[in-house]
């Protein structure tokens, strides 16, 4: 079953938000194994954090990750117009596969 | 750089089948997993199936698991899906991905191509 993530979350330019990513002890839990994925419309996803709070080269450092528990958390500071996508959790799970979130659309005011 | 373009996508009848390709480049395609996720229109991703480096371990979802068949030719450098007894609800845009790792325990994918669309409509 897909992780759970708010539909929409919103702030203002120069703001921090987090998106927060709910699983379960079958997912989450027992893995340091999360990742976050950006989409902005029409085009593929882009990989923005893995292993929890683990950067790819080229993904700004106001990007950040943690975990406790059920749950996982990507905060965005500072944000910029540019941060203005969907944004996908994603963990390993107890049945060897991957799971994604339901996705959660980010709003710059 | 790295470069992933499926192609094979198109209209399907339902009960159909189809086998999608991803063509990769720019890396040893080889020393990664691979994995397959769909977006359907409007809906937010799904993971279908992963595959090992070295095309001997496989893991698929639940909804997809005894009808889609996930395969590689490392000589080829191509990925490969094989989708059958197709249902409409899985119209998608079909996405390849490369994995960071070699084994389908990372969660961590690297690169993903444009996607080819999926149709299943009678």
């Known amino acids: 079953s897909a992780l759970t993530q708010p539909a929409s979350v919103s702030g203002s330019p120069g703001q921090s938000i987090t998106v927060s990513c709910t699983g379960t002890s079958s997912d989450v839990g027992p893995y340091n194994l999360v990742s976050w994925y950006q989409q902005h419309p029409g085009k593929a996803p882009r990989l923005m954090l893995y292993?929890?709070?683990k950067r790819p080269s080229g993904i700004s450092y106001r990007f950040s990750g943690s975990k406790s528990g059920n749950t996982a958390s990507l905060t965005i500071s500072g944000l910029q117009a540019e941060d203005e996508a969907d944004y996908y959790c994603?963990?390993?799970?107890?049945?060897?596969?991957?799971?994604f979130g339901t996705g959660t659309k980010v709003t710059v005011l | 750089e790295v470069q992933l373009l499926e192609s094979g996508g198109g209209l399907v009848q339902p009960g159909g089948s189809l086998r999608l390709s991803c063509a990769a480049s720019?890396?040893?395609?080889?020393?990664?997993?691979m994995s397959w996720v769909r977006q359907a229109p409007g809906k937010g991703l799904e993971w279908l199936s992963g595959i090992g480096g070295d095309g001997e371990t496989t893991h698929y979802a639940d909804s997809v698991k005894g009808r889609f068949t996930i395969s590689r030719d490392n000589s080829k450098s191509t990925l490969y899906l094989q989708l059958n007894s197709l249902r409409a609800e899985e119209t998608a845009i079909y996405y390849c991905a490369k994995d960071l790792g070699y084994l389908i325990d990372t969660v961590a994918l690297g690169s993903w191509g444009q996607g080819t669309l999926v149709t299943v409509s009678s």
């Open positions: 994603c963990s390993y799970a107890t049945s060897k596969t991957y799971v």
């Open positions: 720019g890396f040893t395609f080889g020393a990664y997993a």
């Open positions: 292993e929890v709070n």
